[in-house]
């Protein structure tokens, strides 16, 4: 390795070390750490400098997947309130108290329904629908709002959908990275050296888990 790569692998290395440094520091004072069980198929993994690399690729996926999914577009279910008010200020605006009613006569002559006659003179269509079906009307503008974030490329999801998402994909990469560890840990141990990554979860390079607690707890400074 040229000297310029040898400095750029010892400040990342540096730089994943104080991350482990910051995040034992940040725990509550009575946290309980516990080594982490090896994730589920650690014994069939490939240890080997290529079974990392393909590992690897399946965490850049995930760690993409994640991106997205935090990068959410709410579903404008979370307007039907304000869409629902917009509709009754609307139905105001048409002073829906009949001024009048009217019927309709067909070709053949025989009558239909009565139906209002609204007091505006040329009151639109969407105003009208909006004072007259509401709820139906507030459906279609949802739908519609959803239609084209989804078309620009938005994942579009509501907030729950998104938490329950987020939090299965942080189990997968924590489960992956821990993975990661114990291939690097089984090649050093043959006298394989392979870097860590910079931004590898402190939990996963010092396979522990955490317990809860109250207040933070302070590490000794080199």
Request: net charge negative.
């Amino acid at each position: 390795m040229d000297p310029s790569g040898f400095h750029a692998l010892a400040i990342s290395q540096r730089a994943l070390l104080d991350s482990c440094k910051e995040f034992i520091a940040s725990l509550p004072a009575d946290a309980e750490l516990v080594a982490a069980h090896a994730p589920p198929g650690t014994s069939a993994l490939d240890i080997s400098e290529a079974g990392l690399a393909t590992l690897r690729q399946e965490l850049v996926h995930r760690e993409k997947d994640r991106d997205q999914v935090a990068s959410w577009v709410a579903s404008a279910e979370h307007e039907r309130p304000f869409l629902l008010q917009s509709a009754a200020a609307r139905s105001r605006e048409l002073e829906l108290n009949e001024v009048g009613v009217g019927t309709r006569v067909g070709r053949s002559g025989t009558r239909s329904e009565r139906r209002p006659i609204f007091s505006p003179s040329n009151p639109s269509i969407v105003t009208i629908l909006a004072a007259v079906v509401p709820e139906a009307f507030t459906e279609t503008i949802i739908k519609a709002l959803d239609r084209g974030a989804a078309k620009r490329g938005a994942l579009v999801m509501n907030p729950e959908e998104r938490g329950r998402r987020l939090a299965e994909l942080d189990i997968e990469i924590l489960s992956l990275q821990r993975s990661e560890e114990c291939i690097i840990s089984a090649l050093a141990a043959s006298g394989v050296y392979v870097p860590r990554r910079r931004f590898a979860a402190p939990e996963a390079v010092l396979m522990i888990e955490v317990a809860a607690a109250t207040g933070p707890v302070a590490i000794a400074a080199e």
